[in-house]
């Protein structure tokens, strides 16, 4: 690793200025210098552009650059990568954030490593009226540096079949930074030169990257930060709103020509996790001469696990028909109609519910209400999930019990009597 190389931010964006404003902030408070920030705009109608080049004027490491109108998500992220520079690339969404010395942790962890990719536990931020009424911070408790080997992490993703709650998935969008390198390498497999071959390319890189090497690096201590806001795409397909719909129906419109996997029916683009989870799979090992490997994956487990997220009541009741029908076809073409069948007769849907709202913990993360902490956007809640990994880091507990034991040797030693005061004649006389 030579000794600054560069470190590119893309940011593809659309409509999305009142979130972007604040992405931009926690790009440009970093302070390593050999570093751009690309924002490819897919032809807004909102203050994108001023938003972009208003921070380009106060830091030169901002650039806007855009593909057109409309290209769409998979085509604009695959814009912004043909701009990046030999070095290091991670995406973010243009609600995400980066955390304070957060590329300067991402540098140091692959010089110390020696490895071209690493991940990590990003935190999430859910601005007001997204997931819940007010903020809200979850905040994983995970510690320490290791390395993975990549044939684990696709093993466990062909049995789990669950991309979005992997905390070690390489993906370079948002929880991880990848190597040019093995980006070129991943174009150089695909028949039309691209590196996001999925309508989502989050998870799909992590994947496809994997594959490349036999392992990688991880962080326990994030070096950036998942956004939810009102615009994310997962949000508005869920909700039930009209707005919503508009919004998700335009985003199935632009992937129509982009089916899932030929071993899915290929189908329509789903949002359930277990179906994105296997077209990643499915799509990365046609990829000629890619390395990964994974056990084969079991399509009866494949349609429970669907079911079961639309079984969770948090999908408008609209949108079940679309998703049933789905997995129904990917059950009919492999064999397994009347299996789906009784698994749909047997399968209770819960109620629809609220998300989780307040303050809340379990044995991996914490949620914290943004109204409590007063955390308001992306940027106050990078410095407080820094702030807060600093504070329960192992180092930083030592150094709490170092200075418990200081405190109370201090106390001790200004309890413990001395000599008299000079007596009065003395100082009366003086």
């Not at 954030?97 to 991402?106: D, E």
């Not at 990549?150 to 709650?165: N, P």
């Not at 390319?201 to 956004?227: K, M, R």
């Not at 200075?403 to 006389?429: C, H, M, Q, T």
Request: proline share 5%.
């Amino acid at each position: 690793m030579e000794k600054n190389p560069r470190f590119t931010v893309i940011i593809p964006a659309k409509n999305r200025a009142t979130y972007l404003f604040h992405t931009l902030r926690t790009c440009s408070m970093q302070e390593y210098e050999n570093l751009e920030i690309i924002v490819s705009d897919d032809g807004s109608t909102d203050d994108t552009r001023e938003v972009v080049e208003s921070a380009g004027r106060r830091d030169g490491r901002v650039r806007y650059i855009s593909p057109g109108l409309g290209v769409g998500m998979r085509d604009n992220f695959e814009f912004a990568l043909n701009q990046v520079k030999p070095g290091y690339v991670i995406a973010l969404g243009a609600d995400d954030g980066l955390l304070p010395r957060g590329i300067q942790g991402m540098h140091d962890l692959l010089k110390e490593t020696g490895k071209d990719l690493a991940a990590w536990p990003a935190p999430t931020f859910s601005y007001a009226n997204s997931r819940t009424i007010d903020s809200q911070l979850v905040l994983f408790r995970k510690s320490g540096r290791k390395i993975i080997r990549s044939a684990d992490f696709l093993k466990r993703q062909a049995e789990a079949l669950d991309y979005l709650d992997d905390i070690e998935s390489p993906m370079s969008y948002v929880k991880g930074v990848a190597s040019t390198v093995l980006i070129d390498r991943v174009r150089s497999r695909s028949l039309d030169g691209r590196f996001y071959a999925c309508p989502t390319p989050d998870g799909y890189s992590g994947i496809v990257l994997a594959g490349e090497v036999e392992d990688y690096a991880f962080s326990g201590e994030p070096f950036s930060i998942y956004g939810i806001s009102p615009t994310s795409q997962g949000m508005n397909y869920q909700a039930g709103t009209s707005e919503a719909t508009i919004i998700s129906e335009a985003f199935f419109r632009a992937v129509s020509n982009a089916p899932m996997h030929a071993r899915l029916a290929s189908q329509p683009y789903s949002p359930l996790i277990a179906l994105m989870t296997a077209d990643y799979i499915f799509t990365a090992s046609d990829l000629p001469g890619w390395p990964g490997r994974f056990p084969p994956i079991d399509f009866q487990h494949l349609l429970t696990r669907g079911l079961n997220e639309l079984s969770h009541g948090l999908y408008a009741k609209e949108r079940l028909v679309r998703e049933l029908k789905i997995l129904g076809s990917i059950a009919d073409a492999n064999g397994l109609t009347e299996f789906f069948r009784q698994k749909v007769k047997t399968t209770n849907r819960f109620l629809e519910k609220d998300r989780f709202a307040g303050n809340g913990i379990s044995p991996n993360f914490f949620v914290l209400s943004g109204a409590d902490i007063g955390v308001s956007n992306i940027v106050d809640a990078a410095y407080f999930a820094h702030f807060a990994h600093s504070m329960f880091s192992r180092p930083m507990i030592a150094t709490a019990a170092d200075a418990i034991r200081n405190s109370i040797s201090y106390w001790l030693r200004s309890r413990v009597k001395g000599e008299a005061f000079p007596d009065e004649s003395v100082w009366r006389k003086n």
